[in-house]
């Protein structure tokens, strides 16, 4: 299986930030695992954002939850993360994974003026 995070890698504080996962050689729609966006903010640990099952039920972090909101397109085997009223502590590096065995390379994103 291979993953790949897709979006703007600068957005302005108080926007909405929009990430997809591409995944290929699996389907997000019959797989029992929870697809999840996971972060890494400069010099600090990985955190958990949330995730998404096959049968579109959600989870997220409850310090985030109410900024929030994962969705799937399973006809083009993408899940999409957003995430509102950015700021600057949203920096970070942003990855997808599928059941934490498998990850996407990660995409920078940065929070800025």
């Known amino acids: 299986v291979q993953l790949q995070e897709s979006g703007p890698g600068l957005v302005k504080p108080s926007q909405t930030l929009s990430l997809t996962c591409t995944v290929s050689?699996?389907?997000?729609?019959?797989?029992?695992?929870?697809w999840m966006w996971i972060r890494q903010p400069p010099g600090k640990g990985l955190e958990w954002m949330g995730a998404i099952a096959k049968s579109g039920s959600t989870w997220y972090s409850s310090s985030l939850k109410s900024r929030t909101s994962i969705s799937r397109d399973s006809s083009k085997n993408q899940f999409t993360l957003q995430l509102t009223s950015v700021t600057p502590e949203d920096t970070a590096v942003y990855y997808c994974?599928?059941?934490?065995?498998?990850w996407g390379q990660g995409t920078q994103v940065t929070v800025s003026p």
């Open positions: 994974t599928r059941g934490l065995n498998s």
């Open positions: 050689g699996d389907s997000i729609a019959t797989r029992s695992y929870a």
